[in-house]
Each structure stands twice: as C-alpha cells, then as structure tokens.
C-alpha cells in the first residue's frame, strides 16, 4: 500500500499561529501547480505499490480554482496505479466550499474532505485570523454532506488564550452537532515565526497553564469517547470505519510520495525533502534538476522513528516486531519504566505490546524518549 501527497503552499491569510509551509502571495498558483505537474511525471516511477491513498494538503488545496485542481488530478491518474476503491483526501477551508466547489471535488474523486474549522466561536476565529467565521463552517459542512462527499474530518484548537472550560465545552457541542466522521484536535502551539510567537515575547498573549491545556484535553476526550469516537492516535478521533487511512500509513511506515513545494516523500529507509521555497522550487523542476534533498535513515534513526510514531496510536509498540526489525530489546529499566506506566493506569502491557490509552496518550512523546536506544 502506498499514498500520494500533494502540498499547495498558499493561503488567503496567515493565520497568527501557523508555521507550516505557504505563502499568502497568490501570484504564483499556476506556476506552482504545472511544477506539480511536471514533478508527478518525473517521480512516477519512486512508487512500485499501486496508490490506495491520495491526499492534498497545505496551505490551502481549496483555494485552487477547479482547473487548477483538475490538473493535478489528472497528472496522478496518468502517470501512477491508483487503485479503484481509495481514499482521496482534501485539506479545505470552510469559506473556500461553495456549492459548486463541492459538487466539483466530489465529480474528480475526492471522497474525503478534512476541513479546517479550529473554533465555533467567532470571536476566538478572528484572533486566530482565520479566513472564515463558525457560520461559514456549519453551512460548507451541510453542503458538502448534500452533495455527495459524506467523509469528513473537522479540526479544532484547544489550549487557546483566553477560551473558558465553558467555552471549549460549547465548541465541542457544536462540532459534534455536525456529526463529523472523523475529528483533528491539536493543542495550540506557540511557533517562533509566527505572529503568537511575536505576540507572546511582547506580553501582549500569554501562554495557556498546563493544567488548563491537561483539562480540556481530558474533557474533551471523555466527551467524543462517549460519543463512540474512537481515540486511536493523540490527536485524532474516529467513528467507526473512519480512520484515517492516509495516516495511517505514515503511522505504520508505508511508502508514500510527496509533491510540490516543502512535500517529504519515504520509500522505508530514505526520505526526500523537496525545497519549501515556491519559486524555487519552480526553477529547479522547469530546469530539469532534482527538487529535494536525500535523507538516508540509519537503522537507529529508523527505530527511533518508528517508536515516536507508533507509540501515538492505538495499535502501540510490538516489542516482538521491533526485535525481528532492528534487532532491539528492551533494558530491564525501561521494562520498570513500562510496569510504571501500566500501574499509573496509563496503558496496557500485554504480549510483548505497549499501547497508550488516553491517559497515556498526552505524554507520548516524553514515554518515546525514555524507550528508545540511548
Ligand atoms: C496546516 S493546516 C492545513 C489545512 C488548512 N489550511 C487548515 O487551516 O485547516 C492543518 C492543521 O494544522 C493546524 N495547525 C497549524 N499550526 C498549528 C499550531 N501552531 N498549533 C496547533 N495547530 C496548528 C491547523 O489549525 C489545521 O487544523
Ligand atoms: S492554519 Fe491552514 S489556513 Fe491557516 S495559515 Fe496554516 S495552512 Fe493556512
């Protein structure tokens, strides 16, 4: 199994928290997506694996026009294996889906759409600066479920400045209240280069108290679990049936390609980074030169990586399956350091298999650290 992600590196408006790669100067689109293009067609044969996953992401795919979208598309089909039944994926915001945008997705495959609605309240959007207010949300959601494309995720923020533990109750009614399929709840970070980051060096935000982040995140998970939303990796949710497969194979280290600017693409022992920067990006595929860089994994790196990600999800660490890969076993600490955890009710030890429950979830990265090789 193997996937396909497309990044699109533009937004309408920065939004005051966000590090991730995109530019809000619109002027290159077309340059950017015949690059992807192209890229598609030089890089068809990085895949061996017939695709059971497309995914765009950003930045914002939605604010690509129609043909713009249909290119792409088009480039994938032609150009790699894509099996009949996949997931296909697209990253929107709410104020991008019109009806004729989402009758337009819907005709070109995309099945999913993973749309960015961080909050119900509009106040707290615009300090976010987001493009777009709660209303805007409930109605994409409604036309999107009207139109044929039933799939979605919706994302929210929790650990925001200034947001009451009534208010974060009263987004989470409202966002189940659109019956999502799927739900993404990240903690807010406050990122250097960002606007928050600027913000929380003058004084003018400060940063949310760990006990306040811990207690939304513990609302927030007693009330989708009650819901039958399965809380299968730190900071997603799903109805049964609904997990993110794209994911998923990141989670599970299947191969995936990754076009256009900042995209990582992994074969199971390198990875690829393609340059984040737009027009360069564009100069080196339209002068026929290798748009990325070549990380090769060391077995301990591939270890290390592979306990980080799986410790997050639901299906844990097999112990026997890391012996049989990297020829790794645990120390008598660590297996003390995992008996403390079972017994602080925090996850389950059994077969040679640790899983994180919720509990244990919120601290994956610090029980990641203390189980791999020093
Ligand atoms: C990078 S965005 C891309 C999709 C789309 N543009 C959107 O805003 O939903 C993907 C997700 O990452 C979240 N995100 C980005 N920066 C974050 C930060 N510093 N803290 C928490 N979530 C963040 C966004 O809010 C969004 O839900
Ligand atoms: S959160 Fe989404 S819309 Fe906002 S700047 Fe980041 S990528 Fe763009």
């Known amino acids: 199994m193997a996937g396909i992600y497309i990044h699109i590196p533009f937004c309408r408006k920065a939004c005051h928290y966000c590090d991730f790669h995109f530019s809000t100067t619109l002027n290159l689109v077309d340059k950017v997506v015949d690059a992807i293009v192209i890229e598609a067609e030089k890089r068809k044969s990085y895949l061996s694996e017939p695709i059971e996953t497309i995914y765009?992401?950003?930045?914002?795919?939605?604010?690509?026009?129609?043909?713009?979208?249909?290119?792409?598309?088009?480039?994938?089909?032609?150009?790699?294996?894509?099996?009949?039944?996949?997931?296909?994926?697209?990253?929107?915001?709410?104020?991008?889906l019109t009806l004729d945008k989402v009758k337009f997705l819907a005709s070109i495959g995309v099945n999913r759409?993973?749309?960015?609605?961080?909050?119900?309240?509009?106040?707290?959007?615009?300090?976010?600066?987001?493009?777009?207010?709660?209303?805007?949300?409930?109605?994409?959601?409604?036309?999107?479920?009207?139109?044929?494309?039933?799939?979605?995720?919706?994302?929210?923020?929790?650990?925001?400045?200034?947001?009451?533990?009534?208010?974060?109750k009263t987004n989470l009614e409202a966002l189940v209240a659109l019956k999502p399929t799927h739900i993404s709840c990240y903690a807010l970070t406050i990122e250097d280069k960002t606007v928050f980051g600027n913000w929380l060096k003058k004084g003018k935000i400060t940063a949310v108290e760990d006990d306040t982040?811990?207690?939304?995140?513990?609302?927030?998970?007693?009330?989708?679990?009650?819901?039958?939303?399965k809380h299968y990796e730190v900071s997603n949710f799903a109805k049964p049936g609904y997990i993110s497969q794209h994911n998923s194979s990141y989670w599970h280290q299947k191969p995936y390609l990754g076009l256009g600017p900042g995209a990582h693409s992994f074969n199971g022992s390198s990875r690829q980074f393609n340059v984040l920067s737009n027009p360069t990006y564009c100069k080196q595929i339209v002068a026929n030169n290798k748009p990325y860089k070549i990380e090769s994994l060391s077995l301990k790196e591939q270890l290390t990586e592979f306990i980080f990600t799986r410790i997050r999800t639901n299906w844990g660490i097999n112990f026997n399956e890391v012996y049989q890969l990297f020829n790794y076993q645990l120390?008598?600490?660590?297996?003390?350091?995992?008996?403390?955890?079972?017994?602080?009710?925090?996850?389950?030890?059994?077969?040679?298999?640790?899983?994180?429950?919720?509990?244990?979830?919120?601290?994956?990265?610090?029980v990641a650290l203390e189980l791999i090789p020093t």
């Open 113 to 168: 759409l993973s749309i960015g609605t961080q909050s119900f309240n509009d106040r707290v959007l615009k300090f976010l600066n987001r493009s777009h207010t709660a209303n805007q949300t409930l109605q994409a959601v409604e036309l999107c479920k009207s139109y044929g494309i039933k799939n979605i995720s919706l994302d929210l923020i929790y650990g925001i400045p200034d947001q009451s533990g009534e208010q974060w």
């Open 331 to 366: 120390s008598f600490k660590q297996l003390t350091y995992i008996d403390t955890l079972v017994s602080k009710k925090m996850a389950t030890f059994a077969n040679n298999v640790l899983i994180l429950n919720s509990k244990g979830f919120f601290i994956s990265d610090s």
């Open 56 to 96: 765009f992401g950003g930045g914002t795919p939605s604010l690509l026009s129609n043909a713009q979208l249909e290119k792409i598309t088009k480039a994938v089909h032609k150009h790699f294996l894509i099996k009949d039944d996949i997931e296909f994926t697209l990253e929107a915001n709410p104020d991008d």
């Open 213 to 229: 982040v811990t207690e939304e995140y513990e609302v927030m998970v007693d009330f989708f679990t009650s819901l039958n939303y």
